[in-house]
């Protein structure tokens, strides 16, 4: 699977949904999360998010680690609760462009 990591906290930039082929992108308030069951590993999220938040699993830098069984786990909370995946672009958060700022992006 990919994995969606912190860089998205608090950005939510979302151009991510817009090239993926199996709709496996999810929201919480703060961030988005790749469904694992869903993922067909086709890298394309990759290159469009503006802070580089998303990463294949075999290749998730050790600080990231713990955000594996936590898109996991959210996936699963959040279609559990009824919501639909998100599939389309939405404006970023507020607080989207400082936090890349401050991410050096
Ligand atoms: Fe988050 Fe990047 Fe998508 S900030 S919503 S993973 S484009």
Redesign the pocket.
């Known amino acids: 699977t990919h994995v969606?990591t912190s860089?998205?906290l608090n950005?939510?930039?979302?151009?991510?949904?817009l090239v993926c082929p199996v709709d496996c992108?999810y929201e919480t308030e703060t961030?988005?999360v790749i469904d694992p069951d869903e993922c067909i590993d086709c890298s394309a999220?990759v290159a469009?998010?503006?802070?580089e938040?998303?990463f294949a699993e075999d290749e998730l830098p050790e600080s990231e680690e713990a955000t594996l069984e936590q898109n996991a786990a959210l996936a699963i909370e959040l279609k559990d609760s009824g919501q639909e995946p998100i599939t389309d672009q939405k404006d970023p958060l507020p607080t989207a462009e400082a936090r890349k700022a401050e991410l050096g992006f």
Do not use: R, Y
């Not at 469009?48 to 802070?51: G, I």
């Open positions: 969606v860089n998205c950005c939510k930039f979302t151009d991510c949904v992108f961030q988005l999220c469009e998010c503006p802070v938040a998303i």
